[in-house]
């Protein structure tokens, strides 16, 4: 994160405010992340599945910067770490500066335990506990750039919040971010993770991600962090018109999907790239 000041719908600017220690605020929040190990391939290789652009020129992001607490502090964590992370996921191939900016902003170490802390920032997936992982970083910025396709994001939902990592960075670009966990131990965990970012536009439910959120939908965008052989039926109907759906589907073979609502009874469908994803499951543990 550099030094120059950005703006988000929910910024995180000063979580790397190493000044004067803040007193963490916790506003609503609600959990899912089911994450995937899709960078199993890049970390044993040193190779991306995808191309290598030039890395784009830092985003000004959205507006309304909101003050964050102080994270907890590690040796190796710093705003340039976090810069190189963004940095190598644009060489494989993620062009959206806004999601470029939101990944620099969100402090992945305080994710996951500080015994990992030192990996926080390698282009791969790690435990979270539960059979559950923090999602690799180049995944959870090729599936919002997708689900943003260029244009702005109001209402999203997300299933999966696992440890809370993807539903920060989603915070920061979405002007209202709503997620669900299914498993109880994950939701609070989340909840304790994203305490002291007091995140005011992120709310964290739990319950069974297949049946989606009526309460809040429509959402002009739906994330899911874990696969399942279809994208379920309750979630493609809590879809905008116009709004996109980004989803793992499959078994052992898994790719990435993207579905569009063109219509009150109509979906168009896309299949991106392969992809590697926790089980979608139904009901809560």
């Excluded at 989603?170 to 299914?182: N, W």
């Amino acid at each position: 994160m550099s030094d120059k000041p950005r703006t988000f719908p929910l910024p995180l600017s000063s979580v790397t405010d190493k000044g004067q220690k803040k007193q963490p605020v916790f506003s609503a929040v609600a959990t899912p992340q089911t994450a995937t190990r899709n960078a199993a391939h890049s970390a044993a290789h040193g190779t991306s599945p995808r191309p290598a652009p030039a890395v784009a020129a830092p985003a000004r992001v959205l507006s309304n910067p909101v003050p964050v607490a102080a994270p907890r502090q590690y040796a190796l964590v710093s705003d340039a770490v976090r810069r190189a992370m963004a940095a190598r996921v644009a060489k494989q191939g993620v062009r959206d500066n806004v999601v470029l900016a939101a990944l620099e902003t969100v402090p992945r170490h305080m994710f996951m335990e500080e015994g990992l802390a030192a990996q926080a920032y390698i282009d791969a997936s790690l435990p979270i506990g539960h059979q559950q992982t923090i999602s690799q970083p180049y995944i959870v910025a090729r599936m919002i750039e997708v689900l943003r396709g260029g244009g702005s994001l109001t209402r999203v939902l997300e299933i999966g919040t696992g440890c809370g990592y993807q539903a920060a960075v989603l915070a920061c670009i979405a002007q209202e971010v709503y997620s669900v966990e299914r498993i109880k131990a994950l939701h609070e965990l989340a909840k304790a993770n994203l305490r002291p970012l007091r995140v005011p536009n992120l709310r964290l439910h739990y319950g069974d991600g297949m049946l989606g959120l009526p309460q809040a939908a429509p959402f002009d965008g739906i994330i899911l962090a874990a696969a399942g052989l279809q994208v379920p039926r309750a979630l493609l109907e809590q879809l905008t018109v116009g709004g996109r759906l980004v989803a793992p589907v499959g078994d052992r073979t898994q790719h990435l999907e993207l579905v569009t609502r063109v219509g009150k009874h109509e979906w168009d469908r896309r299949i991106l790239e392969d992809c590697h994803f926790v089980p979608l499951r139904a009901g809560v543990v």
